[in-house]
């Protein structure tokens, strides 16, 4: 099951480069070979004054990405699992991140 994220009031911040997503020490594609990556965000949401710190996967191309720039999330969802060991483990998705717009950095400055 995936569950999409309402996102329209959280404000993500990058917390690194893309890195590739290891598999049984492999990078992982998808099943039509794309490359999976995970990238570190911090999501901030200002009405509950809160933040979080999320680990996002994203199939394609490297999100580039600057270390603490805002970035847009464009459609996540949670899709949790259950391992072998019988615990769930959370998994954030996305089908793309990228650097929020010009006009968004200067705002949030």
């Keep these: 099951m995936r569950l999409k994220i309402e996102t329209s ?11 590739h997503k290891k ?9 039509d070979g794309r490359p999976i990556w995970v990238v570190r965000l911090t ?6 004054s809160t933040s979080e710190t999320i680990w996002v ?3 394609g191309d490297e999100p580039r990405l600057t270390i603490d ?3 847009q999330v464009h459609d996540l969802v949670y899709a949790p ?6 615990k769930i483990v959370r998994t954030f998705r ?16």
């Design 9 to 19: 009031d959280v404000r993500f911040r990058a917390g690194g480069s893309a890195q």
């Design 23 to 31: 598999r049984k020490g492999e990078d992982a594609v998808t099943p």
């Design 43 to 48: 999501a901030i949401d200002d009405g509950r």
């Design 57 to 59: 996967e994203v199939a």
């Design 69 to 71: 720039d805002l970035v």
């Design 81 to 86: 699992w259950v391992n072998r060991d019988g």
């Design 94 to 109: 996305a089908e793309q991140i990228t650097p929020a717009d010009p006009s968004a950095r200067k705002a949030a400055a």
